[in-house]
């Protein structure tokens, strides 16, 4: 069974509900194997939320609860992006974010992380399961398999997940995750942009 990740829950929630219906309505109209697992994205103006800027308002508990409600009635899980590379403990008591987490955790969501910081205390004050995102890029194998033991899931850094050699060293393959971008190349140069 290939899971797949379907992106933001905020902006193209009704795009990605239209798809996860059109799967379970017209399962012939796709591979066989293939599931939608979850739907990952971040609240407007959220401190903790890496590259993408939303210039809206912030949403209300009542619009997370109704978001999250959409995705839990189709069985798809959200995945809270909190990859803000510069996320650091002083920011761990921002209200918002902590509003976020708070009505995520009562939908079974799962967060996505960049720093150990963040995952610490996310697992910690809300009992989440973890993603260590694809932003922090791991290069070495050996490193995946340590942050197997600290995150429920890794996303492989992109330049990697096509490296037989490389994936052939990782302990446990059914916790790792690839991004797939097919419209960039290995190295991509305006990756980072």
């Known amino acids: 069974m290939i899971k797949y990740t379907l992106p933001d829950f905020t902006v193209g929630l009704g795009l990605n509900l239209f798809f996860i219906r059109l799967l379970e309505q017209r399962p ?3 591979q066989d194997g293939v599931a939608i697992d979850s739907v990952y994205g971040c ?4 401190i903790m939320n890496g590259g993408r800027a939303y210039v809206r308002e912030r949403a209300s508990k009542a619009q997370m609860d109704e978001a999250f409600s959409l995705l839990e009635e189709r069985g798809v899980k959200p995945r809270i992006t909190f990859t803000n590379m510069l996320a650091g403990s002083e920011h761990l ?17 799962e967060a996505i992380v960049y720093a150990d910081v963040v995952g610490d205390y996310i697992r910690a ?6 993603v260590l995102s694809t932003t922090r890029a791991i290069e070495d ?7 197997l033991d600290r995150y429920d899931y890794v996303v492989l850094n992109y330049n990697r997940h096509k490296d037989a050699a ?4 990782i302990e446990d393959a059914a916790r790792v995750e690839v991004m797939v971008n097919e419209f960039c190349q290995r190295n991509c140069p305006h990756r980072q942009e």
């Open 28 to 30: 012939d109209w796709f």
């Open 43 to 46: 609240f407007p103006n959220c």
């Open 93 to 109: 008591g921002d209200a918002y974010f902590n509003e976020i987490l708070e009505v995520g955790a009562r939908h079974g969501a």
């Open 125 to 130: 004050n809300f009992g989440m399961k973890l």
């Open 141 to 147: 194998a050996s490193a995946v398999n340590r942050m």
């Open 166 to 169: 490389f994936l052939a060293a």
